[in-house]
């Protein structure tokens, strides 16, 4: 078994440069394009996918609703995909010092954010629900989400891991082995 894992299209504020987290910031018309062309490589590549599992946040629901209407799959929110809430650094520059070296502290809350601890096990938990399911899944998330995706299955250092992400709109397969 295995399942697929995308990263929402472009936003707002991914081209001013600024930490979304939990914030919602809408696509652009880019991030619209990137989420019609993802549906549309779905199809090309005969891709099986059984159910999208998009988070709830805007940007992700967008994305994932344009996916469905393209393939046909359905599509529902599932809320722990949520992005993690950055606390105070949300709508600060993405490429700041402070926040770059904060990241690397796992236990840390961001002050009146969430902890990458928490959040790993939040995203553990689906990972391991959808595992037991016999269905091939599409998750709708975000940069910070593939992340821990990464994470669940290849170790990584703090530096790595703080340093991974993906582009928005692509598509990764995940294998249960």
Same mark, same amino acid.
């Given at each position: 078994?295995?399942f697929?894992?995308?990263?929402?299209?472009q936003t707002?504020?991914?081209? /001013?440069?600024? &930490?979304?987290? #939990?914030?919602?910031?809408?696509?652009?018309?880019?991030?619209? =394009?990137?989420?019609? /062309?993802?549906?549309e490589?779905i199809?090309?590549?005969?891709?099986?996918?059984? /159910?999208?599992?998009?988070?709830?946040?805007s940007? #992700?629901?967008?994305? !994932?609703?344009?996916?469905?209407?393209?393939?046909?799959?359905?599509?529902?929110? /599932? =809320?722990?995909?949520?992005?993690?809430?950055?606390?105070?650094?949300?709508?600060?520059?993405?490429?700041? !010092?402070?926040?770059? !070296?904060?990241?690397?502290?796992? =236990?840390?809350?961001?002050?009146?954010?969430?902890?990458?601890?928490?959040?790993?096990?939040?995203?553990?938990?689906?990972?391991?629900?959808?595992?037991?399911?016999?269905?091939?899944?599409?998750?709708?998330?975000?940069?910070? &989400?593939?992340?821990?995706?990464?994470?669940?299955?290849?170790?990584?250092?703090?530096?790595?891991? !703080?340093a991974?992400?993906?582009?928005?709109?692509?598509?990764?397969?995940?294998?249960?082995?």
């Amino acid at each position: 078994m295995h399942f697929y894992y995308t990263r929402h299209g472009q936003t707002v504020w991914n081209v /001013e440069n600024k &930490i979304c987290g #939990a914030t919602d910031s809408p696509l652009t018309d880019k991030g619209r =394009v990137q989420a019609t /062309e993802l549906g549309e490589k779905i199809l090309a590549e005969g891709l099986q996918i059984d /159910e999208i599992l998009y988070s709830p946040l805007s940007r #992700a629901r967008d994305t !994932a609703l344009i996916v469905s209407e393209i393939t046909g799959i359905p599509a529902r929110a /599932e =809320v722990r995909l949520t992005e993690q809430n950055f606390g105070k650094w949300e709508g600060t520059p993405r490429n700041g !010092a402070d926040f770059q !070296a904060d990241k690397q502290n796992f =236990v840390t809350s961001f002050e009146g954010g969430e902890s990458m601890l928490k959040l790993a096990q939040r995203i553990y938990n689906v990972i391991d629900d959808i595992k037991k399911q016999d269905k091939i899944y599409l998750l709708v998330a975000h940069n910070g &989400i593939s992340r821990v995706v990464e994470s669940y299955f290849h170790d990584m250092t703090n530096e790595e891991y !703080a340093a991974f992400g993906i582009r928005n709109c692509e598509i990764r397969k995940y294998n249960f082995e």
